[in-house]
């Protein structure tokens, strides 16, 4: 009896542990078939971003670049690289990867980088200015040479420096918000033909005339005219400028008034510092509210030379610019700054691009009064992240808007 029994129950344990091992075995069999499939995916993913990536280096090293990548070995698979012009300031990447089993897409859109993104970029850095304690910068920001701090400045864009970072005393600590990343190299234009070259094209140049004066009023109108005693011609913005580029080829411009619509003023020079300068006669400043993300007013002021706050009348106390500023060959300063007396302060709400830093005062070096002159206060317009004046001078190189994969 005991014997039958044991025989039954060995029997059926070694069904039991067949069906188990088989089971098992299958199991495997299937993650592994799993396992090589993710791989082969992960694979073929991987090789695709190489492949964008390769191309984006490409085109931010050679603008002009175009690929010769089709179904070409590469890391153990193929890949195809096509580059399209979007536009004269857009480009796409399609980068397609092949590898045994898989296949993969990215689709890039680069465009022309442009420093009206810039909440502030200077060409050249004093070495005697330094960020200390209590200064804040807001938006993106490059120096071209060292980035001089003292004490604990904040950033709250991203900061880039060609040199890297210059401690003015042990310990100084810098807060980046926005990241920092040293050793990139962003020079200013050689030349502003661009701009001039759109104002032939379909805007609007005064040739001829030492300066011309220009005020913008609230309803969408310019009044301009040549000469101080002149009477004011009004015409609407559209109707001056079919791209929104208004130029002096080698005169100042004289601006003020509230701007409604996207234009971009710049003076051009002719040889020396008695041109090329756009002074801001009174106040100049939008419609809309700046701060405001459905704003669509937007202003680039583009001097040859320096943009200077004219010494008049409506000029004394404070002065509110909005506006994406481009100095050229130096910065923005003050007409007549060692009889002004002392004034307010400028609001810039916008950027400041400038080849290098003027003064805007004379102060007390004992206790940093200010004597002469106004305090500078600048507000970015985040709106300059994602859109500039027309024709605003260009960094020359891409950068991406969109990756999708």
Not at 52 to 59: K, M, T, V
Not at 288 to 308: E, H, K, R, Y
Not at 332 to 356: A, C, D, F, P
Request: aromatic fraction near 10%.
């Amino acid at each position: 009896m005991f014997g039958k029994a044991s025989i039954i129950l060995v029997i059926g344990f070694s069904m039991i542990f067949m069906l188990y091992q088989q089971n098992l075995i299958t199991s495997q069999s299937g993650s592994v078939i799993t396992y090589s499939d993710y791989y082969s995916k992960i694979a073929a993913r991987d090789l695709a971003v190489a492949a964008a990536n390769l191309a984006c280096n490409q085109i931010f090293i050679d603008p002009e670049w175009e690929s010769n990548y089709s179904g070409t070995s590469f890391m153990g698979g193929k890949i195809s690289i096509t580059v399209k012009d979007l536009s004269s300031t857009k480009k796409e990447i399609t980068a397609i990867s092949q590898t045994s089993a898989y296949k993969d897409t990215i689709v890039i859109v680069l465009s022309t980088s442009n420093f009206g993104r810039f909440a502030y970029y200077a060409a050249i850095a004093p070495g005697n200015i330094f960020y200390v304690t209590g200064d804040t910068v807001w938006g993106p920001m490059h120096v071209q040479g060292f980035l001089n701090v003292n004490g604990s400045p904040v950033f709250m864009g991203k900061v880039t420096a060609s040199k890297g970072i210059k401690y003015g005393s042990p310990g100084s600590t810098p807060i980046f918000n926005g990241g920092y990343e040293g050793g990139v190299n962003l020079t200013i234009p050689e030349d502003l033909n661009d701009v001039y070259a759109a104002a032939t094209a379909s805007g609007k140049v005064f040739s001829g005339y030492n300066d011309v004066w220009l005020e913008f009023l609230s309803n969408g109108t310019v009044n301009y005219k040549t000469s101080l005693a002149a009477a004011w011609t009004n015409t609407s913005l559209s109707n001056l400028t079919a791209n929104g580029v208004i130029a002096v080829d080698k005169g100042n411009l004289h601006i003020k008034g509230k701007v409604k619509g996207r234009v971009t003023v710049y003076a051009g020079a002719s040889s020396g510092g008695g041109s090329g300068n756009i002074f801001i006669d009174d106040d100049i400043t939008y419609v809309g509210n700046p701060l405001d993300p459905s704003c669509t007013d937007m202003l680039g002021i583009v001097a040859s030379n320096n943009v200077l706050i004219a010494d008049k009348p409506e000029t004394k106390g404070d002065v509110t610019i909005h506006g994406s500023i481009f100095n050229f060959g130096g910065g923005i300063t003050v007409e007549n700054l060692n009889s002004i007396g002392k004034q307010g302060v400028i609001r810039l709400v916008g950027g400041l691009i400038q080849r290098q830093g003027q003064v805007v005062n004379i102060y007390n070096e004992n206790d940093n009064v200010i004597l002469k002159g106004y305090s500078l206060n600048i507000r970015y317009d985040s709106r300059l992240l994602l859109n500039t004046p027309p024709e605003f001078p260009a960094t020359g190189s891409y950068e991406i808007l969109s990756w999708r994969e």
